[in-house]
């Protein structure tokens, strides 16, 4: 089993609709998760950060998290093209010396 | 000001060769590292430094052979380069090991083995 799953995709949504981007974690005892997004040939960039269960908003974005369940996920409001990119999930332990484990990404297609 | 820079950015040489990628922060974060993302887009982390010491070690060949000659530089050499290594490799640093830190990356490096 993967440290760190997500959706392999691609995900496609129209334009304006809401895009669900998922991730589950092996580390029960995982602290801090991030999501990253990566334009195509770009380096990634964090988004949203969520540390506490239950959801937290930052704009058109919206990271949820239950630890019982150990599952993190991004919404995507109103999702534009530009939104178009793949989305990597993060998770730090507690006692990993700071290091991140990454997904392999979910694709995100925004279709105009 | 780019936050983390690393060079080259574009790097195709041929086999056997030995390479070095250079990194430098310039956001007085004392940990760095250095990530792989091979063709898939799987991003795995090889190597991290605190305050110039090394702190993890995944299983990476010993033909990878980072150097950080102070906290603010992290350079990655490649001896006898194997297609395989063909990837792009990230720099990235974060103020410091503690678990809720943001990662910060360079813009990667493309290394083509050929």
């Known amino acids: 089993q993967k440290e760190v799953e997500q959706n392999s995709g691609p995900l496609s949504v129209p334009e304006g609709a809401i895009a669900s981007l998922n991730c589950t974690y092996s580390d029960r005892g995982s602290q801090s998760f991030f999501w990253y997004r990566q334009y195509s040939g770009k380096s990634p960039e964090l988004i949203m950060f969520?540390?506490?269960?239950g959801d937290k908003e930052d704009g058109r974005f919206t990271a949820q998290l239950n630890k019982a369940s150990q599952y993190v996920s991004l919404l995507i409001r109103d999702s534009q093209p530009s939104d178009s990119a793949t989305y990597l999930c993060?998770?730090?332990?507690?006692?990993?010396?700071?290091?991140?484990?990454f997904g392999d990404g979910t694709t995100l297609t925004v279709k105009p | 000001d780019t936050a983390v820079s690393q060079t080259p950015k574009y790097l195709v040489t041929q086999m056997g060769n030995d390479k070095s990628i250079k990194c430098e922060q310039n956001l007085g974060h004392d940990t760095m590292y250095w990530y792989k993302q091979d063709s898939k887009k799987f991003l795995k982390i090889m190597f991290s430094?605190?305050?110039?010491?090394?702190?993890i070690n995944e299983t990476v060949p010993n033909r990878f052979s980072p150097k950080s000659p102070d906290k603010a530089h992290l350079n990655l050499h490649i001896n006898s380069l194997e297609l395989g290594d063909s990837a792009v490799y990230f720099c990235?640093?974060?103020?410091?090991?503690?678990?809720?830190?943001?990662?910060?990356f360079g813009e990667g490096s493309w290394l083509t083995v050929v």
């Open positions: 993060a998770v730090n332990g507690h006692t990993n010396a700071g290091k991140s484990t």
């Open positions: 969520i540390y506490s269960n």
């Open positions: 990235a640093s974060s103020q410091d090991t503690v678990s809720g830190n943001t990662i910060y």
């Open positions: 430094y605190n305050n110039k010491e090394l702190i």
